[in-house]
């Protein structure tokens, strides 16, 4: 890993060095930044998933419209070249408030709010190629683990089938991670919590030899990233588990094909071979839930019809389940699998699916 | 902890029994249910809590209003029996599933809503003065904490100074822990998730031997749990580190006082020892932090003047602090101490405070 914090530094004098010489030989200095907007994001057919198109825009030095954000833009390279060099991590506000400031003789400040300082910082991702926790800025933090896995950090060794209900919290940096021994047929990757404290409960990771993990909510970059070194650096299948509704649906393709605002990272957040276990509308009728469904509002119906439309979602099996919840206005909810019983979803309803390989693509 | 289930199974059953017996005796059956409402709220000066008053509702099963939230309190009491005596643990959501249902020969259900099954978990911690957590309902889950302490936990021994960068997840319930060595001068309990990366980072607790705790927002229950615990079994001053606005100051009370919503178990979640360590307008000054205020939205000053009137921010100390935020219309982040650099809040803001015991009730 040291290596890597080596070249990222690299990258950031790099970066100083090219402006430099630009100025020495009396050009207008330039940063080429490949484009963020939708408009430059595509869905790779070959990658299987949501990555940068080709185009690139220039922000210049001697230019009225771009000249605060070059400034900005090397503010920010500056204090990140920083924090890699002294082996410090932040969080993107405190990198807000620790560049914000009047610049001398007149009353312009560096930055006024966040919202300036954080694109900033994707610009770079995007400019240097590397992420945003290889800068040393941390994400937000979310999610838990638990698992036959053994695993090396800040110099402690740590073991995930040992710690109690609690599980381990995912940090929101996972780069310098080790792992010493891992043990695990599959991943299941968890939505809610909830759901993830009864399996841990019932130790259905012990049982089934598996690695369990909450996202609690949107997966955050820590657990996306964890996830997709798990799965590709041990070859380990990933299966993803949410309700059964639009929102559920999201959070599965963001794991498994990266997300429209972070298209620049898929390749590095992104876990192309995961796969849904549910919930479906189809388990509705297969495992008789019908009682325990919920009725779909406007929104969910709006958000089901625009997910028909990403290329990523349509798969036949996709489209089929979509309509199912347009036609029928309804979803459902990791917990009504109790209404079968509290057991039900660990003793019936996940090895079924696992057995039968009834997933999803 | 195996005495305490016992005793939890058996006031279950007891109320059970009561009622039956009311019904042998050919009575209209009835539970007594304590009223929760602000009304009987009271700020008790010397336990320094929020506790509920003596006003007391009967809830009837021949009353036409009743029938229905009587059955529905036996149903929960019922299925409550069963997870102590099974040893399950669930959540809210997974009740409400798991009793949802329609009653034979009707169309009506037990439940038709969440928001129905709710409160009464809530009134039947009230009825029976446990928590829920020893009724096996699980509450939200957030939070993580560091530290020189070891516990137990499912049979698995924890070490929360060898969890590398993530820390140790609080689970939604932390009733059946034991801890087997506690080393630690104070417990510090910090709002933001950011500010507890920062400081773990720093090796902050370790260093000044001292537990570092995040509740990530508003306390979680678990959090508030473990933080009593913690310093009630160990007598450890508790310091509470949070933004200086009104909803840091209000996340301090709650950890301190109890909520009025939760009034009825403040004995075995609140804190009283607790005290503030920041951040408080008056340190703006003290450690000159004008860079990096904000502005105070109609909102947060609306808020600050609710917190005035509340009786346990009566203390000098705190209306100073509140009429100099209504005042100056400014509020600041833990993040601010950043501006200052990224290690002040380590090497000077925390020592400085502790050393001066500059601290507010």
Chains 1, 2 share one sequence.
Not at 179 to 192: D, G, P, S
Not at 333 to 349: D, I, P, Q, R
Request: with cysteine; hydrophobic share 40%; charged share 30%.
């Amino acid at each position: 890993m040291k290596k890597v914090k080596a070249e990222i530094s690299k990258k950031l004098e790099e970066l100083g060095l090219k402006i430099w010489k630009q100025i020495e030989r009396g050009e207008n200095p330039v940063i080429e930044i490949p484009i963020r907007s939708l408009s430059n994001v595509i869905f790779d057919e070959k990658s299987k998933s949501l990555v940068l198109g080709e185009k690139v825009a220039k922000r210049y030095f001697f230019h009225v419209a771009h000249a605060k954000k070059f400034m900005q833009t090397l503010l920010v390279a500056s204090f990140c070249k920083e924090l890699v060099d002294q082996n410090l991590h932040t969080s993107l506000r405190d990198l807000f408030y620790a560049l914000k400031r009047t610049l001398p003789n007149s009353k312009e400040n560096t930055f006024d709010e966040q919202r300036e300082s954080d694109p900033i910082v994707v610009d770079l991702e995007v400019i240097l190629n590397v992420l945003r926790e290889q800068l040393h800025l941390n994400a937000d933090v979310r999610g838990r683990v638990v698992g036959d896995v053994v695993i090396e950090d800040r110099g402690d060794t740590i073991d995930w089938s040992k710690l109690g209900s609690g599980g381990w919290a995912i940090p929101s940096n996972v780069e310098d991670i080790e792992f010493k021994k891992v043990r695990a047929k599959y991943i299941l990757v968890v939505e809610k919590n909830a759901a993830f404290e009864r399996l841990h409960e019932d130790k259905f990771w012990k049982k089934n030899k598996a690695i369990l993990l909450t996202t609690q909510g949107q997966a955050a970059r820590g657990a996306r990233r964890l996830i997709q070194r798990l799965s590709t650096e041990f070859d380990l299948p990933v299966y993803v588990f949410t309700d059964a509704d639009s929102y559920g649906w999201y959070i599965y393709s963001v794991i498994k094909y990266g997300s429209m605002s972070l298209a620049h990272i898929s390749d590095r957040l992104g876990t192309p071979s995961a796969k849904f276990i549910g919930l479906t509308i189809s388990d509705i009728d297969k495992y008789n839930l019908h009682n325990w469904t919920i009725k779909a509002k406007e929104v969910d119906i709006k958000r089901a019809k625009e997910l028909m439309r990403y290329e990523w979602f349509k798969h036949p099996k996709w489209q089929k389940e979509l309509k199912l919840m347009i036609k029928r206005k309804i979803k459902a909810e990791l917990e009504a699998l109790s209404g079968k019983g509290l057991k039900f979803v660990t003793e019936t309803y996940l090895p079924t699916k696992i057995k039968e390989q009834d997933f999803l693509p």
